[in-house]
């Protein structure tokens, strides 16, 4: 069972907010509620995607993976959110859960970092939730190193912390 990346395309948007919900839930079930977890709906994320992607797709990259012609994973990435022309974001990194462990996550960290080369940047920041040790693991065992910046954003009602990290290029 090998998998495929290939570049994102409008025809894979509500595909891809129904993982990216199948994916936060999995991934923050441990420290959120169900009923946190549960808005927004697949089909909100669909549409979330399609409106996010109509205004950012001349600078932004969607990269999704295939296992057996299925969308198994997805990445997404583009300028810095603190405008520093240096840096590029990668703005998100999402599996099936049955993917977590099998490589799919690196290679598609990889081909980010890349594509992120290829546009000048010299380096590379994201942003995580606190919470989701998993996931700091991930990028702390590959380089990127919190940067001690933080920000709040709400999930549901409840107030989640996230801390930036950053990586060289």
């Given at each position: 069972m090998?998998?495929?990346l290939?570049p994102g395309?409008v025809?894979?948007?509500?595909?891809?907010?129904a993982?990216h919900?199948?994916?936060?839930?999995a991934a923050y079930?441990?420290?959120?509620?169900t009923e946190m977890?549960?808005?927004?709906?697949?089909?909100?994320?669909?549409?979330?995607?399609?409106?996010?992607w109509?205004?950012e797709?001349?600078?932004?990259?969607l990269?999704?993976?295939?296992?057996?012609?299925?969308?198994?994973?997805?990445?997404?990435?583009?300028?810095?959110d603190q405008?520093?022309p240096?840096?590029?974001?990668?703005?998100?990194?999402?599996l099936e859960?049955a993917e977590r462990?099998?490589g799919?996550?690196r290679?598609?960290?990889?081909?980010a970092?890349?594509?992120m080369?290829?546009?000048g940047?010299?380096?590379a920041a994201?942003w995580?939730l606190?919470?989701n040790?998993?996931a700091r693991r991930f990028?702390?065992?590959?380089?990127?190193?919190?940067t001690?910046?933080t920000?709040?954003e709400?999930i549901?009602?409840?107030p989640?912390?996230?801390?930036r990290?950053?990586r060289?290029?």
């Amino acid at each position: 069972m090998t998998f495929t990346l290939r570049p994102g395309t409008v025809d894979d948007l509500i595909a891809v907010g129904a993982l990216h919900q199948r994916s936060r839930v999995a991934a923050y079930a441990p420290f959120l509620s169900t009923e946190m977890l549960a808005e927004p709906t697949p089909a909100a994320l669909g549409q979330y995607w399609r409106e996010r992607w109509s205004y950012e797709r001349a600078d932004h990259v969607l990269t999704v993976a295939e296992r057996d012609g299925h969308l198994v994973g997805f990445s997404y990435l583009g300028p810095d959110d603190q405008g520093d022309p240096a840096t590029g974001l990668l703005h998100a990194v999402y599996l099936e859960p049955a993917e977590r462990g099998r490589g799919l996550g690196r290679r598609l960290e990889a081909d980010a970092l890349a594509e992120m080369r290829s546009r000048g940047w010299r380096v590379a920041a994201l942003w995580v939730l606190r919470q989701n040790g998993p996931a700091r693991r991930f990028y702390e065992r590959d380089g990127w190193r919190p940067t001690g910046v933080t920000q709040e954003e709400m999930i549901g009602s409840t107030p989640a912390v996230l801390l930036r990290y950053r990586r060289e290029l």
